[in-house]
T-cell receptor
């Protein structure tokens, strides 16, 4: 497609379960970013990929969070043993080699019961 | 983590009025970006600025990259109801492979028709 695609759009799960969130970036974009946004808040940086490698993982809040990217395209953010404080919207963005201009998907709204 | 100071936090204006919001940083950037986010959607890029002193327009929107490289403003002229949303500034200092954006906390704009 033309834009960044994220799935699922909504996810409700029980505390303690693992979840996987998927991001399909714009074709040809080499950089991919994951953010978290709590209700009414700004964007919290989680991790950045350049190709398949992650030069900056500084935003991952705990070792329960991990992400991978394969083939320089699709990325998966995994949250293990989910906690209620993980509830938020998880946004993915991609950019081309030109600096700046990140293009966002519509996010996955994660609710932990 | 590092954060931009974005103000005002919220604005409530009458349709037809002009709007101004700004972001400041203690660090210098070589890219400033302005985004708008509507409810349930990801942020959408409005204007990208790549050079200190640059003044760029996009329809009724005008943004400037401060000469000190530590600030930027966004103006909206003759506001209309569809301008409602949250506006975010973001700054980027590209260093090697690091393309991480630093985000403001947003300005929430409400327009009274």
């Amino acid at each position: 497609g033309a834009g960044v695609s994220q799935s699922p759009s909504n996810k409700v799960t029980e505390k303690g379960k693992d979840v996987e969130l998927r991001c399909d970036p714009i074709s040809g974009h080499t950089a991919l970013y994951w953010y978290r946004q709590s209700l009414g808040q700004g964007l919290e940086f989680l991790i950045y990929f350049q190709g398949n490698s992650a030069p900056d993982k500084s935003g991952l809040p705990s070792d329960r969070f991990s992400a991978e990217r394969t083939g320089g395209s699709v990325s998966t953010l995994t949250i293990q043993r989910t906690q209620q404080e993980d509830s938020a919207v998880y946004l993915c963005a991609s950019s081309s080699i030109v600096p700046g201009a990140q293009h966002f998907g519509d996010g996955t709204r994660l609710s932990i019961l | 983590g590092q954060q931009l100071n974005q103000s005002p936090q919220s604005m409530f204006i009458q349709e037809g009025e002009d709007v101004s919001m700004n972001c400041t940083s203690s660090s210098i950037f070589n890219t400033w970006l302005w985004y708008k986010q509507d409810p349930g959607e990801g942020p959408v890029l409005l204007i990208a600025l790549y050079k200190a002193g640059e003044l760029t327009s996009n329809g009724r929107l005008t943004a400037q990259f401060g000469i000190t490289r530590k600030d930027s403003f966004l103006n909206i002229s003759a506001s209309i109801p569809s301008d409602v949303g949250i506006y975010f500034c973001a700054g980027q200092l590209v260093a090697g492979n690091n393309r991480k954006l630093i985000w403001g906390l947003g300005t929430s704009l409400a327009v009274n028709p």
